[in-house]
């Protein structure tokens, strides 16, 4: 199963492709590890990035879209343009989506912690929220 994990973050849609295999986890290489919106009034940005995504998920044979859940009040809680970023991603056709709850993250990570930095599968440090959550979905 090749999953795309993604961490919103402000107008930053942060991603890591990540693919089980006889189980086995395998970093693929992507041509993008970050998606941003500039104006998140315009639905002419909020359509190109959903087409982008989309175009990304059907090059990459990406099976399911992990997004890592964020709070919708209080301190941590997520911007605007996060949440139309959000419903963007499930919108698309053709791709499955589910968001994964803190606490399934957090008691999956628990169970199978993740025994690899990010410098060794080669990913930046903006992507370790994106990483974690595609780990926790896969030793779920």
Known sequence: MRICAVDLKSN?????????????????????????????????????????FAKLMEDYKIDKIVIRERPMKGKFAGSAIGFKMEAALQLIDGVDCEIMTASEMKESLKRNPVMVSLKEVGLKQFQEQAFQTACAYLNK
């Open 12 to 52: 930053e849609a942060n991603i890591c492709l990540l693919e089980l295999t006889q189980g086995l986890f395998d970093v693929p290489d992507c041509r993008a590890r970050k998606f941003t919106i500039t104006d998140g009034a315009s639905g002419e940005q909020i359509r190109h990035f959903q087409k982008q």
